[in-house]
């Protein structure tokens, strides 16, 4: 999950690669989720002057470039290249940024609905066997593999 960090903290540099060093403020560093939500929340944020370490951004994988490729067809986007586990990262990120509009839910599940009957149609069709859609299966996230 990409992060701003919003104040300078000393000994995080290693989150950037620069071990020994601290993190400065500004910088913006891609952290797993749980760590990035830990620094930009309460847990930490109260220690000191009640703001948090980082804020956090929006993942690219759910950038509007993304969101406008899945409005287009989306069939052709590869899930899986932009997050193994696409629709929990988008289901979370609604949650973190609740300023979001309506726009990314009905994307994402249009997106989820478009590419379930593909799913479908692949496993029932046999043309699955003659090797055609496997670049498509190869795109699908956690989600759409189980």
């Known amino acids: 999950m990409p992060c701003t960090f919003e104040q300078s903290v000393p000994g995080l540099g290693y989150l950037d690669g620069n071990s020994g060093t601290d993190m400065k403020k500004g910088t913006r560093v891609d952290l797993p989720l749980w760590l990035?939500?830990?620094?930009?929340?309460?847990?930490?944020?109260?220690?000191?002057?009640?703001?948090?370490?980082?804020?956090?951004?929006m993942p690219n994988a759910l950038s509007q470039r993304?969101?406008?490729?899945?409005?287009a067809d989306p069939k052709t986007v590869d899930l899986r290249s932009l997050a193994t586990h696409f629709y929990s990262l988008g289901s979370r990120s609604l949650?973190?940024?609740?300023?979001?509009?309506?726009?990314?839910?009905?994307?994402?599940?249009e997106t989820f609905k478009k590419r379930a009957a593909e799913i479908a149609d692949q496993a029932h069709n046999p043309r699955g066997a003659l090797g055609e859609g496997q670049e498509f299966m190869r795109g699908l996230d956690e989600t759409e593999r189980q």
């Open 36 to 57: 990035g939500e830990r620094l930009a929340g309460a847990f930490f944020g109260s220690q000191l002057s009640g703001s948090s370490f980082a804020t956090l951004d």
């Open 66 to 71: 993304v969101l406008n490729a899945l409005k």
């Open 95 to 109: 949650e973190l940024f609740e300023d979001e509009d309506e726009e990314m839910v009905g994307v994402l599940s």
